[in-house]
C-alpha cells in the first residue's frame, strides 16, 4: 500500500520559489490502480518522484507498507526503493548493449549479496516475467530490435524484478499509438492485479480513465476533484 499525506515540494525560483505539487492526498491499495492525471506542468511527475522517495517533499508523508519513507536516511530510502517499489521512468532507459533477458537480470547484481545463488535464480525469474507479458520470442533481442511497444514490456517487466509492492509508472502510453497503448494498460491492469501491487500511473491520455480503480485529477498542484473516481 502506498499513502501520500498532505505533501507539498516546491523548486526554487530565481530569488522566490514555485510550488509543483500543493497538499496533495491520495492513495493505492494492493491491486489497484490509481491514476494522475492533469495538465503539462500540473505537479505529475514531481508528485510521481515524491512517491518514488527520489525527491524528500517540503511537506507530508509517503508510506509504503506502514513506513514513512520522508523519515528514513539515504541508505534506507535507496533500500526501501530496491525492494519495494518498481519504477517505470517517462525516458526508457535500457541499456543498449544488453538482451531483454540481461535487462532484468542485470537488476539482480545491483543488489549485491550471494551473486551465484542469486543469478539462477534471477534468471528464471527474468524469463518468466518477460514471458508474462508477452516476450517469450524476443528474451535475446536489445533494445533496437524490439519496437516501443516491446521496450515499454521489458520496462515494465525490469521493474517487477525485485518483487515490488508498490509500481509507479510515468506516462507509459505516450509513445504508442492508442491501439498498443491500450494493450500497456490491459498489461498494467492486469499485473496490477495478479501481483498484488499498489500502482499509481500518471498519464494524461483521457480514454484510460475510465478502466482505473481511482483517478486523482491536479491542476496548478492541486487536486481538482478531491473525491475519487470509482470504477
Ligand atoms: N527540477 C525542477 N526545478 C524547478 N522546477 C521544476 C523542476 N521540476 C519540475 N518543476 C516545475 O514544477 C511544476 C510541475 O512540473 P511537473 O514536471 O511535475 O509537471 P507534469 O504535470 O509532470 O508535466 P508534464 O505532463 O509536462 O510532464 C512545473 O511548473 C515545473 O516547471
Do not use: W, Y
Not at 523519515?71 to 526501501?80: F, I, K, M
Not at 520496462?155 to 509508472?169: D, G, H, K, T
Amino acid at each position: 500500500m502506498i499513502r501520500l499525506e498532505d505533501i507539498s515540494l516546491t523548486f526554487p525560483d530565481g530569488s522566490d520559489r514555485i510550488t509543483a505539487v500543493d497538499h496533495v492526498t491520495l492513495s493505492s491499495s494492493p491491486g489497484e490502480v490509481t491514476a494522475i492525471t492533469g495538465p503539462s506542468g500540473s505537479g505529475k511527475s514531481s508528485l510521481l518522484a515524491v512517491a518514488a522517495t527520489l525527491i524528500r517533499p517540503d511537506s507530508g508523508r509517503v508510506v509504503i507498507d506502514g513506513v514513512d519513507a520522508t523519515t528514513l536516511t539515504a541508505d534506507r530510502a535507496s533500500e526501501l526503493r530496491r525492494t519495494s517499489i518498481g519504477i517505470v521512468f517517462q525516458q526508457s532507459n535500457l541499456l543498449p548493449s544488453l538482451t531483454a533477458h540481461e535487462q532484468l537480470v542485470v537488476m539482480n547484481e545491483l543488489g549485491g549479496g550471494r551473486p551465484r545463488r542469486r543469478r539462477a535464480a534471477a534468471t528464471r525469474r527474468a524469463e518468466s516475467l518477460l514471458r508474462d507479458v508477452g516476450l517469450a520470442e524476443h528474451l535475446d533481442k536489445r533494445p533496437h530490435q524490439l519496437s516501443g511497444g516491446q521496450r515499454q514490456r521489458v520496462n515494465i517487466a525490469r521493474a517487477l524484478m525485485n518483487e515490488p509492492s508498490v509500481l509507479l509508472i510515468d506516462e507509459p502510453t505516450s509513445a504508442l499509438d492508442q491501439e498498443r497503448g491500450a494493450s500497456i494498460i490491459d498489461l498494467l491492469l492486469r499485473l496490477t492485479d495478479e501481483r498484488r501491487t499498489s500502482t499509481l500511473l500518471v498519464t494524461h491520455d483521457l480514454v484510460h480513465l475510465p478502466r482505473m480503480h481511482s483517478v486523482v485529477q491536479l491542476v496548478d498542484g492541486r487536486i481538482d476533484h478531491p473525491a475519487a473516481v470509482t470504477r
